[in-house]
């Protein structure tokens, strides 16, 4: 199995907490589910080690068919980061199926707060 593409990109700040932007790409062979699982295997092993520390605050993703696979982005079981998401239908260039952009930021505290925008 081929492994995923990243692309980082780190920015330091002496005055608000320090960011990493982390682009995420699968391996364009896999179906879709199989691509979105080594999406989320790929980030939280980064989370793990070298991007210890650090927290997802948003994470966007890129789908090639945003009317057939929104449904099972959003029941995926396999997403333990309580950050802000959103989705866009975009595909990626390198012919994946889904694509994820993360904005991660350190020592901060991600809280899931309950949405009053829900029913609207």
């Excluded at 364009?28 to 980064?46: C, D, I, K, M, V």
């Excluded at 945003?66 to 390198?94: K, R, V």
Aim: hydrophobic share 35%; proline share 5%.
């Amino acid at each position: 199995m081929k492994t995923v593409k990243k692309k980082r990109a780190d920015i330091q700040s002496r005055q608000i907490a320090d960011e990493i932007h982390l682009m995420i790409s699968p391996d364009a062979s896999l179906p879709f589910e199989f691509q979105l699982g080594s999406l989320h295997q790929a980030l939280n092993g980064f989370c793990g080690s070298e991007g210890e520390g650090y927290s997802p605050v948003f994470i966007r993703y890129f789908l090639s068919d945003a009317a057939n696979q929104a449904e099972c982005l959003n029941t995926y079981p396999y997403n333990d980061h309580h950050c802000a998401t959103s989705m866009i239908e975009q595909p990626p260039l390198d012919g994946s199926k889904v694509a994820m952009w993360v904005h991660l930021m350190k020592d901060v505290e991600i809280r899931k707060i309950s949405s009053c925008m829900r029913g609207m």
